[in-house]
């Protein structure tokens, strides 16, 4: 198994611009997830989706857009770029919600907004 | 929603010495509390865990404490040693409850230095 695989590992984009972060894991988890970390600062959810079709807002979504069409793959959407959006982005996937269920991460993917 | 206190933000040891990172939590409804540890570049890796219903857990040389009327729980490593050098996080999270999942609630992170 991969597990959480996170696409591009490193992106600098311009103010304005759009991208998106792919993730994909291959251990037939439910749940998925999308973190960011900012310098100095622990892990703060952006979304997360308890499986295909069906995505929820955590606590810092604004600026972010998810889709689950299926179970391996959850992309992050930047529609329009803003330097507060440069970070260190985590997908991360886990089994169930159940206390418990290890949460994986992937390698990260660090982004500028210049 | 779920706050997580976490002290200190640096804490610098002697090899072989331990060492201990505090973590409170706001929510008496969080029942699962996972530390992890993220060297510089890495992801983060879950080194130990512990649910609501324990009150400590040992592996090897780390352990973790949890006062559920308190709301404050801690990592304990013992003879540290330089790879134990990194920063560690702790979290808590509800799940379990029957409802979607909200991952979990992370501290803002303990820089470990393990001097030579």
């Known amino acids: 198994n991969a597990g959480v695989t996170q696409t591009p590992k490193f992106r600098i984009l311009k103010i304005g611009q759009s991208m998106t972060l792919q993730c994909a894991q291959d251990?037939?988890?439910?749940?998925m997830y999308w973190y960011r970390q900012d310098p100095g600062m622990g892990l703060k959810l952006i979304y997360y989706?308890?499986?295909?079709?069906?995505?929820d807002k955590g606590e810092v979504p604004n600026g972010y857009n998810v889709s689950r069409s299926t179970t391996e793959d959850f992309p992050l959407r930047l529609e329009l770029a803003a330097p507060s959006q440069t970070s260190v982005y985590f997908c991360?996937?886990?089994?169930?919600?159940?206390?418990?269920?290890?949460?994986?991460f992937g390698e990260g993917s660090w982004l500028t907004v210049v | 929603g779920e706050n997580v206190e976490q002290h200190p933000s640096t804490l610098s040891v002697q090899e072989g010495d331990s060492a201990v990172i505090k973590c409170t939590y706001s929510?008496?409804?969080?029942?699962?509390f996972p530390w992890y540890k993220q060297e510089l570049g890495k992801r983060p890796q879950l080194i130990i865990d512990?649910?609501?219903?324990?009150g400590e857990k040992k592996d090897q040389r780390i352990a973790v404490t949890l006062n559920k009327t308190a709301k404050h729980f801690s990592l304990h490593i013992t003879e540290t040693q330089p790879e134990d050098s990194a920063v560690y996080f702790c979290a808590a999270s509800i799940r379990g409850s029957g409802g979607g999942a909200d991952g979990l609630t992370f501290g803002k992170g303990t820089h470990l230095i393990i001097q030579p």
């Open positions: 989706s308890v499986g295909a079709g069906i995505t």
């Open positions: 991360a996937s886990s089994y169930t919600g159940r206390a418990g269920n290890t949460i994986y």
């Open positions: 929510d008496s409804a969080s029942n699962y």
């Open positions: 251990m037939n988890h439910n749940y």
């Open positions: 512990i649910r609501s219903n324990v």
